[in-house]
Nanobody
Framework: QVQLVESGGGLVQAGGSLRLSCAASGSIFGIDGMAWYRQAPGKQRELVARITIGGSTNYADSVKGRFTISRDNAKNTVYLQMNSLKSEDTAVYYC?????????????WGQGTQVTVSS
């Protein structure tokens, strides 16, 4: 099993910045892609950004140019730097990790961290 623990959420004014962190522990061998998702009230969970173990990234159009995902493989940690925050970024942000063992994929989720952007 893989445990994912997020931190760094909170309340920020529009235009401000926050940095989320997600530390993986447990059976971390085989972890490949890590990602951040978010879910706003009444909406479906959506992908915010993803990063492979090699560092390739992709972003939702709504956050391109404002958010940056990065990872420290030595620390088994993924980060999400969020700049120029908007009220529509308000959501619970979830860390996600994919683990491959013997060609079997398992997906893990963190408990979520609340990000609230006040206008």
């Amino acid at each position: 099993q893989v445990q994912l623990v997020e931190s760094g959420g909170g309340l920020v004014q529009a235009g401000g910045s926050l940095r989320l962190s997600c530390a993986a522990s447990g059976s971390i061998f085989g972890i490949d892609g890590m990602a951040w998702y978010r879910q706003a009230p009444g909406k479906q969970r959506e992908l915010v950004a993803r990063i492979t173990i090699g560092g390739s990234t992709n972003y939702a159009d709504s956050v391109k140019g404002r958010f940056t995902i990065s990872r420290d493989n030595a620390k088994n940690t993924v980060y999400l730097q969020m700049n120029s925050l908007k009220s529509e970024d308000t959501a619970v942000y979830y860390c996600n990790a994919d683990r491959w063992v013997r060609n079997i994929r398992s997906t893990y989720w963190g408990q979520g961290t609340q990000v609230t952007v006040s206008s």
